[in-house]
């Protein structure tokens, strides 16, 4: 199957249940006794085993071409049980210079307390790898394509750096989207989403998930287990809802982007914009390389910095100024007072998040009306 068959077909119950066309909610936190002999087979939503997990959970591992996937009742419970079934005190990972707050945080704030600490280094640098990893170094972390700065970092030398150390690579595919990229093929362990995203692409939940081989998938399914951080059956349908429609919502949402990243770069007003899929963008050949698409997310600059792009979002009407991304609304924001608000002004503007930044999550409304909406605020 292709991927647009796997997005409607794959994981879906057969025969159907009751004969119901579309998977119903299973809106039940227990299950009647049926023999199991493992407590992590005893059918509980916190066991994230229920009928509306079993689904996702199969349809996710094909869209990521792996054995097994695991859903999370968000990105960061995804991304904190993966991390956390993986390391343990004394142990040391290597993450690229650029994560998500939140990941940066976890890594930075919560796992040192656990005597887990973490480099950072430039991922697009391999030969500056080495001097950093030590005989306890058990992860390298990257993203697809970072957020904000859509950076493409040097992903096939991250998978065949860790293998060589039997070190595991671990990869935030959540702004490439399996529709682009699919990190498995390219020699990754472990893959997290924030599902909130693309793959749900709706804005209205929350969710997460992990997709790999089947002995580090269900390693980190029972430490989510015991964590507690599952996702709701109703949770659960919406996001097996939105991923039938991922593979054209996703390619929409690329080719608007590189028409509006082509449009502000030639804008007077525009200093800068940052979108892999231009061919002046430092890492334009590997997102060509590797890529189906370089992504709904570009950022840029306004030569009037800060001020001018919060006098921008006054005037635009289609954008809404709020954090997230991946869903039908263009949505509009400028990171250092949001998603990466929490980061020390230093360390921000180290990884390029100036504050005048602004981040630009391309919904599906047409591409020539978003233009001709950024065209009247900047005028
Ligand atoms: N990873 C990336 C790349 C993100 O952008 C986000 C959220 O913005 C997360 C992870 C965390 O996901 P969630 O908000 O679903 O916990």
């Known amino acids: 199957m292709r991927v647009e068959t796997k997005l409607v077909h794959a994981g879906e119950p057969r025969p159907r249940h009751e004969r119901a066309v579309t998977m119903p909610i299973y809106q039940s936190s227990t299950f009647e006794y049926a023999g199991a002999t493992d407590y992590h087979d005893i059918q509980y939503i916190r066991l994230n085993n229920t009928p509306n997990h079993v689904a996702l959970h199969a349809k996710i591992a094909a869209l990521e071409g792996t054995e097994q996937a695991l859903v999370a009742a968000s990105g960061m419970a995804a991304i904190s049980s993966t991390l956390l079934s993986l390391l343990s ?84 595919n959540t702004v490439a989207t399996p529709i682009n990229y699919r990190p498995a093929e390219h020699g990754f362990d472990l893959v997290v989403h924030s599902a909130t995203k693309y793959l749900n692409g709706h804005n209205d939940i929350v969710a997460g998930a992990v997709a790999g081989r089947a002995e580090l998938v269900s390693a980190v399914k029972h430490k989510l287990d015991h964590l507690g951080g599952s996702l709701d059956p109703h949770a659960c349908f919406l996001l097996h809802r939105g991923l039938k429609t991922l593979a054209v919502r996703v390619r ?36 060509r390389q590797w ?32 954090p997230s991304l991946g869903g039908p609304e263009t949505l509009i924001t400028r990171p250092a007072t949001t998603s990466h608000a929490g980061l020390p002004a230093d360390i921000r503007r180290r990884q390029g998040i100036t504050d005048g930044l602004i981040r630009l999550s391309v919904g599906l409304e047409s591409t020539q009306d978003l233009i001709d909406d950024f065209a009247a605020a900047l005028g």
């Open 89 to 172: 005190a004394g142990d040391h990972v290597l993450a690229h210079d650029g994560l998500y707050g939140g990941t940066f945080d976890l890594l930075t704030q919560d796992l040192p307390r656990l005597g887990i600490t973490c480099t950072f280094v430039d991922a697009s640098r391999p030969e500056t790898w080495a001097a950093h990893a030590t005989p306890r170094t058990r992860v390298f972390y990257v993203e697809t394509i970072t957020n904000p700065l859509v950076q493409v970092v040097a992903l096939d030398e991250v998978a065949r750096f860790a293998r060589e150390r039997g070190i595991t690579s671990v990869i935030d």
């Open 252 to 287: 929409h949402q690329c080719q608007s982007a590189l028409e509006l990243a082509g449009y502000l770069a030639r804008h007077p007003q525009v200093a800068a914009v940052h979108y892999p899929g231009l061919e002046r963008h430092p890492h334009h050949a590997r997102a």
């Open 291 to 322: 890529f189906a698409g370089a992504g709904g997310l570009l950022s840029f600059e306004l030569t009037g910095g800060a001020a001018a792009a919060e006098q921008m979002f006054r005037r635009l009407t289609l954008p809404l100024v709020a």
